[in-house]
């Protein structure tokens, strides 16, 4: 994974409660057994029509969303089964930053496990979000290492994350990265324990 410090890029606003992980990536599409390809799928039953064809009326087949790496959303996001597929579609088509005032909780710690930072923010903040991404093509900065979200218009909030998927995002870590960071311990043990 690529280390996230801080991530700046254009919102793509979707204002929608409960999304859950088979709007997120429908369960017919997870039969492939690497991680790319996923972002295709994204929001599928969404995106496209019966015929699998774009469809106009979803906000995310606009052009001024096109290239979008920060999604917010409503509350609740992720919710449902706890398929890891969602954040590989999600960080496949190019997010970077969820920011939602509530996640699902296995799907908020599968973000974070596949380098995507999932930021909590208040209704409120999420709302002005939302609103400000609708109107215009709208950049926002999030900053992992002063834990802050902000615009170029004054919009300024804070964000918690607990320090062990803080670090494994800062870093680009995954759980074998984490573990390999012990590798002379761990080569110690096995020199002074294992038996061959």
């Not at 979008?68 to 959303?73: F, N, Q, R």
């Amino acid at each position: 994974m690529e280390p996230l410090k801080q991530h700046s890029g254009l919102v793509y606003p979707l204002n929608r409660a409960n999304v859950d992980t088979d709007q997120i990536i429908p369960k017919q599409f997870l039969k492939r057994i690497s991680r790319q390809g996923f972002g295709q799928y994204l929001f599928y039953n969404w995106r496209f029509d019966e015929k699998d064809r774009l469809r106009e009326d979803f906000s995310l087949n606009q052009a001024k969303y096109k290239n979008a790496s920060i999604l917010v959303g409503g509350e609740n996001f992720g919710c449902g089964s706890s398929r890891e597929h969602a954040p590989w579609a999600l960080e496949d088509f190019g997010f970077r930053v969820i920011i939602a005032p509530s996640f699902a909780d296995i799907f908020f710690n599968n973000c974070t496990k596949n380098g995507i930072l999932p930021v909590v923010l208040t209704e409120t903040e999420t709302q002005q979000l939302i609103k400000n991404a609708e109107a215009s093509n709208y950049d926002l900065t999030v900053d992992l290492e002063t834990m802050k979200v902000y615009d170029n218009q004054g919009f300024e909030a804070t964000f918690d994350l607990a320090e062990y998927p803080r670090e494994m995002l800062l870093n680009g870590w995954d759980e074998i990265s984490v573990t390999l960071t012990h590798d002379d311990k761990i080569t110690k043990f096995e020199k002074e324990h294992v038996v061959y």
